[in-house]
Nanobody, 116 residues
Framework: QVQFVESGGGLVQPGESLRLSCAAS????????MGWFRQVPGKEERELVA????????RYTASAKGRFTISRDNFADSIYLQMNSLQPEDTAVYYC?????????WGQGTQVTVSS
């Protein structure tokens, strides 16, 4: 089964940017919908942040729209999340997965902390 490895998180100040990467262990070309999810502190649920189809169509939650950009590179079997104008409420562990999420595909995630 495919495994996802997320990277690129870190500690940033409000207003700064980060670019997250997600590398798959095998081809994602057959996975139409891929998504970035996040789990905020104190919550068990992982909420969808953004999704992208194999053709490049994207969707965002209201909080992400205008600030985040999801992209994918099927040749590199990777997806990315460019996050700009980060705010403290964006603090979370970020994960990639197919969408809807396949529970067997969750990786370790990458921690994003936004704090002054």
């Amino acid at each position: 089964q495919v495994q996802f490895v997320e990277s690129g998180g870190g500690l940033v100040q409000p207003g700064e940017s980060l670019r997250l990467s997600c590398a798959a262990s095998e081809s994602i070309s057959s996975i139409n919908f891929m998504g970035w999810f996040r789990q905020v502190p104190g919550k068990e649920e992982r909420e969808l942040v953004a999704s992208i189809t194999g053709g490049g169509s994207t969707r965002y939650t209201a909080s992400a729209k205008g600030r985040f950009t999801i992209s994918r590179d099927n040749f590199a079997d990777s997806i990315y999340l460019q996050m700009n104008s980060l705010q403290p409420e964006d603090t979370a562990v970020y994960y990639c997965n197919e969408y809807p999420a396949n529970p067997t595909y969750w990786g370790q995630g990458t921690q994003v902390t936004v704090s002054s």
